[in-house]
């Protein structure tokens, strides 16, 4: 499973304003021309949203269902990919107060199910996930820095949220 975390800081946005514009899904498509399309559906009893997404991703496009589930008094959004092209997509982003701003954490484990050529796509995969984060935070916070380190990637255990 390969493992990749991208770490900015949006300066002068309040951490409580870029978790509520992290978590407005149906913005994406209008900030980044990365996102083509995402379809939230109603909260579950459990508070948890289902979102369809489509997402350019190299020379085509990517969909998967995810889960998502929302922790504001930790600024946090966790979600795990229910369907879609990935054969596992999970992780979180994470707001925390900084001198500038807000740092921004997006971590996640992602799967894409073809063992003989995951030497070949997965580092290509990663460096697109990578990318398509940094113009995401980028469309939704504005002016946007990367931190040291900004752009870990790692093979990872399983992650089960």
Do not use: K
Not at 99 to 116: C, K
Request: aromatic content about 8%; some cysteine.
């Amino acid at each position: 499973m390969r493992h990749v975390t991208v770490r900015m800081t949006a300066h002068d946005v309040e951490p409580e304003a870029a978790y509520q514009r992290i978590r407005d899904f149906r913005r994406y498509p209008d900030v980044t021309e990365t996102v083509r399309e995402v379809v939230v559906h109603p909260p579950g009893a459990d508070g948890t949203v289902v979102s369809d997404w489509t997402v350019r991703f190299r020379n085509g496009l990517m969909r998967w269902t995810e889960r998502d589930s929302f922790r504001p008094e930790e600024l946090v959004l966790a979600f795990t990919q229910l369907r879609g092209d990935f054969q596992v997509f999970e992780g979180s982003w994470r707001c925390a107060p900084a001198e500038r701003g807000t740092d921004v954490t997006f971590d996640a484990a992602f799967d894409l199910g073809i063992p003989t050529l995951a030497d070949l796509l997965d580092p290509v995969a990663e460096s697109t996930l990578r990318t398509n984060i940094e113009l995401i935070l980028r469309g939704l916070l504005g002016r946007v820095s990367a931190l040291p380190s900004a752009s870990l990637a790692r093979t990872a255990a399983p992650t089960h949220g």
